[in-house]
């Protein structure tokens, strides 16, 4: 719970820095995006631990209704956040102002149902899939993962997933190495990289973290969350590797966090227990909000974008609105949380779930 928050508020301080980067050479905590690879390990680990035991009993139909359950409500209200904010957005870089609002309400309803825009044809025009709130994408990917887990992936013995995780890790090695990108930042768009790489990334990280969720047996460590903290924001702050002219040394450390070292960190994480009572509350909190600080910060971060562009800010200048964003997006998701995300969720577990039982 607590490493998920750690990454959740790394990636909010990588999608800041883009507001000052040319490309992904340039970029701050350069390898930000490296978390949407851990976020997908820990979903196959907690999935796996979660529902593997309980598929006697329970249906498919019934899982699904238990994911959308859980994680539909957030990707609703990031639509609606992003929706609202739309047009305070206005910058060079996209024009707010030839964006009606029927084209607003349309993009809203999509990104609401999770229907993804392709490049050309979405409200902000920079090709994302959900151009309102941009880490949807993830979701979009993460919803394909629960849909094979249920229907396929579940079904494999224990040596076939080994085989699936080895043959979807070297896909995404090769992706990451000889890929035109020299990264494996990919996935938000309807692009033919993006799907790839996009595709490449779930099957390996959630079939990993599943496979992990079986074979998985605890170590005795101390301290287990702070070490993993650390290492996780190490990782994702690493600069570029290479630059333009050696694209595959990039490639090279994108693959060996993905695919060694955060289902390392997984079970080094698995295996601590929180002994005291400040490391515990910590943990739950960060736990808490994660998911939803990772579902309504990104409308901000097209707020402050267009605000450094339009004032032609620098870093420093801009580092109060900064800061601000971060603690705002903290305190607005733990409100989504409490006020809505919660009480909407157990509605509709009494509606849909218990009623059945």
């Avoid at 970029?27 to 598929?55: K, P």
């Avoid at 420093?316 to 919660?342: F, H, M, N, R, W």
């Amino acid at each position: 719970d607590g490493l998920r928050g750690i990454a959740a508020l790394t990636v909010v301080w990588f999608h800041i820095f883009e507001a000052f980067a040319t490309s992904h050479l340039d970029q701050r905590i350069n390898h930000g995006y490296l978390a949407v690879d851990f976020f997908f390990i820990l979903s196959g680990f907690v999935i796996g631990y979660a529902y593997d035991d309980r598929w006697k009993k329970m249906t498919v139909t019934e899982f699904l209704k238990r994911r959308l359950i859980r994680l539909h409500p957030m990707v609703v209200i990031g639509a609606v956040i992003g929706a609202v904010m739309f047009y305070f957005q206005g910058c060079s870089v996209w024009d707010v102002t030839k964006v009606t609002v029927p084209m607003l309400l349309a993009a809203t309803l999509m990104n609401a149902c999770l229907i993804p825009a392709s490049p050309g044809t979405e409200i902000r025009g920079l090709g994302e899939m959900y151009p309102l709130n941009g880490p949807s994408w993830s979701l979009f990917f993460e919803y394909i993962g629960n849909v094979l887990y249920a229907l396929f992936i579940r079904k494999l013995p224990t040596r076939a997933l080994s085989v699936l995780v080895l043959l979807a890790g070297c896909g995404l090695a090769a992706f990451a190495v000889w890929g035109p990108l020299g990264d494996i930042c990919v996935g938000f768009a309807m692009d033919g990289d993006n799907m790839l790489g996009g595709s490449l990334r779930l099957l390996f990280a959630f079939s990993a973290g599943l496979l992990l969720s079986r074979v998985f047996k605890p170590v005795r460590i101390r301290g287990a969350f702070w070490i993993c903290a650390l290492a996780i924001v190490t990782l994702l702050s690493v600069p570029r590797i290479g630059g333009s002219e050696h694209l595959w040394m990039n490639g090279l450390y994108d693959t060996l966090c993905a695919v060694v070292l955060f289902p390392l960190l997984v079970c080094l994480g698995a295996s601590g227990k929180t002994t005291d009572r400040v490391t515990t509350r910590v943990c739950k909190f960060l736990g808490d909000i994660s998911y939803p600080l990772y579902m309504v910060h990104y409308p901000f971060i097209y707020l402050y974008y267009a605000w450094v562009k339009n004032e032609n800010l620098t870093f420093t200048e801009s580092l109060p609105g900064a800061l601000a964003l971060v603690a705002g997006s903290v305190i607005l998701a733990y409100l989504c949380l409490k006020l809505y995300d919660e009480p909407v969720r157990r509605f509709l577990t009494d509606r849909f779930l218990r009623r059945e039982k």
